[in-house]
T-cell receptor, first 116, second 114 residues
Framework: AQSVAQPEDQVNVAEGNPLTVKCTYSVSGNPYLFWYVQYPNRGLQFLLKYITGDNLVKGSYGFEAEFNKSQTSFHLKKPSALVSDSALYFCAVRDRRTSGTYKYIFGTGTRLKVLA | EAQVTQNPRYLITVTGKKLTVTCSQNMNHEYMSWYRQDPGLGLRQIYYSMNVEVTDKGDVPEGYKVSRKEKRNFPLILESPSPNQTSLYFC?????????????FGDGTRLSIL
């Protein structure tokens, strides 16, 4: 079965330090992977996606993600964390069903806390 | 402004009283979807719609109904709500999954079923 795992419920990092939020996936076929961010009392906002091509994907707000096929991972990274990056982050994968329709599977989320 | 609009944003109701949460998007998107968000469980897809008149079950469809009679609207219906449906609900839309476009999310509807 297709799945997405975010092994850390919370990640704490000091402002200015690099951050990594981990995501691993299990899908059949080529993965279509996404990262979203959720701020309090708001819906999710798209950060970046991997479909094909370069394994390092750049996205919004200085975030990037590294796709690693052999490790089935898609970790979110940022070279220098800001306090304003504190939020809830979700990894997601698109799942193509045998019916030809598409559904999405989300991870359980990782709360990022950037300490001043 | 491109947006996904959900109503109501907050609702407290009682078991068994039918309710509808509306969702409307103004981006001419083909794909629409409903999710529920619960602590420790992340987002789980309830139903989705590839286009008008085409809907399919997600991972947690029990107790919910949807309809897609026109492209812009995708209401979520709880015919007989129960306390285990107390949750935060999100509607989302995207241009087309096959084109790998990201989803745009509404700001959520917090439902409390007593």
């Amino acid at each position: 079965a297709q799945s997405v795992a975010q092994p850390e419920d919370q990640v704490n990092v000091a402002e200015g330090n690099p951050l990594t939020v981990k995501c691993t996936y299990s899908v059949s076929g080529n993965p279509y992977l996404f990262w979203y961010v959720q701020y309090p009392n708001r819906g999710l906002q798209f950060l970046l996606k991997y479909i094909t091509g370069d394994n390092l994907v750049k996205g919004s707000y200085g975030f990037e993600a590294e796709f690693n096929k052999s490790q089935t991972s898609f970790h979110l990274k940022k070279p220098s964390a800001l306090v304003s990056d504190s939020a809830l982050y979700f990894c997601a994968v698109r799942d193509r069903r045998t019916s030809g329709t598409y559904k999405y599977i989300f991870g359980t989320g990782t709360r990022l806390k950037v300490l001043a | 402004e491109a947006q996904v609009t959900q109503n109501p944003r907050y609702l407290i109701t009682v078991t068994g009283k039918k309710l509808t949460v509306t969702c409307s998007q103004n981006m001419n998107h083909e794909y629409m979807s409903w999710y529920r968000q619960d602590p420790g469980l992340g987002l789980r897809q309830i139903y989705y719609s590839m286009n008008v008149e085409v809907t399919d079950k997600g991972d947690v469809p029990e107790g919910y109904k949807v309809s897609r009679k026109e492209k812009r609207n995708f209401p979520l219906i709880l015919e007989s709500p129960s306390p285990n449906q107390t949750s935060l609900y999100f509607c989302a839309s995207s241009a087309a999954p096959g084109w790998d476009q990201p989803q745009h999310f509404g700001d959520g509807t917090r439902l409390s079923i007593l």
